[in-house]
């Protein structure tokens, strides 16, 4: 698969998203077929892995540690700190530079490798100056535990701040042509300062593969049903948007997930995206994603149909748009 830069680093131009292999979406598969859809990635040419402390809580690194450990050194691994099971047994926020030190001991081990090639803050915690949280990621840096720094979901304002104290290496965001927060700002600042842009949810959480024609289809611990694009009366609004996606997508002879994918890398060099499947199938589809060639003119029908205009309802619920981080996108 063609490449692209993460600081110093070549990664697939199309890294692979390991989250819905413990979490998230319906029942995670069993643990070998996991692990097939990882070492079949490899074989796929796939170098780019990226999970993260909170996935499945602790199990998603287990996995990855379990079956990659010996092939350590033909991938470059992402996860992410300050974003985990808490003392209550649910999800935390937690930034202080101590508690971002105990979550990379336990990647480490989890992962069962010396050094993280990248390793995000995966929410800004605004209790804790984010100059602080950084601090505390340079130092693992200092270590040789960490090779580079990433931020996830942060404004462009809080990007050049945390930049300031020591360079980022990557920004994990969520954009897909039905998501488009990171134009307003984010998108320019990597672009000014060297941070590679990676997309998160590429798919829109498969809506843009037009799998999911109904939200019954979605088993009930599924994320996506506390979305509000994914309930009425959003769902059925943004249904109207699938046919002309497909159409477009017979024009340019690729799959719907692969014009989607298509779409983020025609955006600009410094976009990667990190689509996540549980199936082989999917994951063969997403990476011959990276040799679409697109005709004149599909940038535009895509961005025609498918904008801020024409998507209905917000990407998340009122619960988790504090999370968040938007002030000054
Ligand atoms: N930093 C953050 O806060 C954050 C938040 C969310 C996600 N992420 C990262 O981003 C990764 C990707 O995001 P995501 O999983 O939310 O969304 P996504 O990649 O947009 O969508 C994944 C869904 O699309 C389906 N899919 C994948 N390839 C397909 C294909 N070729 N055809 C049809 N359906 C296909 C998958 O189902 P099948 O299993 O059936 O293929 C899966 O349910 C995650 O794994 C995680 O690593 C980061």
Redesign the pocket.
Known sequence: MQTRKIGSFDVSAIGL????LSH??GNPPDPKAAADVLLKALDFGYTHF??ASLYGFGANETLLGNTLKHRRREFFLAS?CGMFRGASGGKEIDGHPAVLKQNLEDSLKRLQTDVIDLYYL?RWDKRVPIEDSIGALADMVKSGKVRAIGL??VSAATLRKAHAVHPIAAM?S?Y?LWTRNPEIAVLDACRELGVAFVA???????FL?G?IRDPVQLPPKDIRLAMPRFQAPHFQKNLELLDGFAQIARENDC?M?QLCLAWLLHKAPHIIP??????LD?LA??ARAADVKLKPCAMEKMEALVNPQTVSGPRYNAAQLPEIDTEGD
Do not use: W
């Not at 998160?200 to 498969?206: E, G, K, N, Q, Y």
């Not at 990190?274 to 199936?279: D, H, M, Y």
């Open positions: 998203g390991c989250m819905v998230a979406y990226d999970t992410k995966h996830s979901e994990q969520e897909s998160f949810s590429p798919l829109a959480r498969a593969t799998d799959t997930a990190i689509p996540a499947t549980t199936r999917h589809d997403n």
